[in-house]
């Protein structure tokens, strides 16, 4: 892919990756004056860790979910981060497949991950490995399902 085709030409977080990662970008993309970069699952930590201590994207925004179902892969990750120094904000996307989705904790990198990580496990089933505390933070305990999958029930478990 050159330069023209991923129109994000210039920015330098996004260059420093490709650079550092080229097997791990996928493709990227302005949207609404923000990069967005696809980068693969298993190479998301070590990614977050270079933004944060050689880039300076000090700040997790957010992080989400979204379910494309039926589309496969199912669920995308999606990783708001804000260089703070640079007033710069960069996200991150990860595909995951609707079979038992799994992705590495960034909690390691931000300590605030942990509360936004609870939330998507408890809303969208998704797996969090080396998560500190993982448990529902929404719904009871003993809920069944996850209510922000596509596929589920819009009169909830119970009827």
Not at 88 to 107: A, F, Q, T, Y
Request: proline residues 6%; aromatic residues 12%; charged residues 35%.
């Amino acid at each position: 892919m050159n330069a023209d085709e991923r129109g994000w030409r210039g920015d330098a977080a996004a260059e420093a990756l490709e650079t550092r990662f080229p097997d791990a970008i996928r493709d990227g993309r302005l949207d609404c004056d923000q990069i967005a970069l696809r980068v693969e699952p298993d190479r998301l930590v070590e990614i977050c860790h270079f933004l944060k201590h050689e880039r300076s994207y000090v700040r997790l925004s957010f992080l989400t979910a979204v379910d494309w179902f039926p589309v496969e892969p199912r669920f995308e990750m999606v990783y708001s981060l804000h260089s703070l120094e640079r007033n710069h904000w960069l996200r991150l996307k990860c595909r995951l497949g609707g079979e038992n989705p799994e992705i590495d904790s960034v909690s390691g990198v931000w300590r605030s991950a942990v509360w936004y990580e609870r939330e998507v496990f408890d809303l969208f089933g998704i797996r969090f490995r080396r998560h500190p505390d993982l448990r529902r933070i929404l719904m009871p305990e003993g809920w069944e399902g996850h209510p922000l999958r596509k596929d589920y029930p819009l009169s909830g478990p119970r009827g």
